[in-house]
């Protein structure tokens, strides 16, 4: 089935571990991001990749970090979680080269840090 | 700065007709996407709109207004299942979407 897949799908951490959420996409979408949405705000960017080989960094970049080895994967790391990074965690994935960059979600990660 | 402003939460009846509307000001614009994200799940694309004017689907409909930085979106004959967050999404000079906080739309029998 084709699609984003996100793994864990919920997970409960304690405070300084370390965490990668797993996204693999299967469109062959050249560009993935990653999202947080918190209760009462928007989806908020942390990390993006507009093809295999690059990262940039969103609006909420700090204490997360992204690579993208290939086209269909791309982990997020956190490498000290805190309790702020208590989320839900969106992947998603777009054609950038079709022009009007319509993004695909994933299922979510929901991440308690305690 | 960027900023998108759509009501927090709106109520309706099953049946009758909602205008979800939403403000924006973006450093350029692409276009503008409404998306709508059922609790607990992820959102799901409803509509693109990238020149001004009406774009019907169904019973949803979204408009533009670029000059004015304006969208909305218009559900008729409401139906349980429509009860919804609907998000409001302008793309920027960088082909980035800017999220809205998201519109709660509860639908009463």
């Known amino acids: 089935i084709a699609g984003i897949t996100q793994a864990p799908t919920s997970q409960i951490l304690a405070a300084g571990r370390r965490m990668t959420l797993r996204c693999t996409q299967d469109?062959?979408?050249?560009?993935m991001y990653w999202y947080r949405q918190d209760l009462g705000l928007g989806l908020r960017l942390i990390h993006y990749s507009n093809t295999a080989g690059t990262t940039g960094k969103g609006e909420v970049p700090d204490g997360y970090s992204v690579s993208r080895a290939n086209t269909d994967d791309f982990p997020l790391t956190l490498a000290s979680a805190v309790p702020s990074q208590t989320s839900v965690y969106f992947c998603?994935?777009?054609?950038?080269?079709?022009?009007?960059?319509?993004?695909?979600f994933g299922p979510g990660t929901r991440l308690t840090v305690l | 700065g960027q900023n998108i402003d759509q009501p927090t939460e709106m109520t309706a009846t099953e049946g009758a007709i909602v205008q979800i509307n939403c403000t924006y000001q973006?450093?350029?614009?692409?276009?503008l996407f409404w998306y709508q994200q059922h609790a607990g799940e992820a959102p799901t694309f409803l509509s693109y709109?990238?020149l001004d004017g009406l774009e019907e689907k169904g019973r949803f409909s979204s408009f533009l207004s670029r000059s004015k930085g304006y969208s909305y979106l218009l559900l008729k004959e409401l139906q349980m299942k429509d009860s919804a967050s609907y998000l409001c999404a302008p793309i920027d000079s960088n082909y980035q979407l800017i999220w809205g906080a998201g519109t709660k739309l509860i639908i009463k029998p």
């Open positions: 998603a994935s777009s054609d950038r080269l079709a022009g009007y960059n319509e993004q695909f």
């Open positions: 973006t450093s350029g614009f692409n276009g």
């Open positions: 469109m062959r979408h050249n560009a």
């Open positions: 709109n990238v």
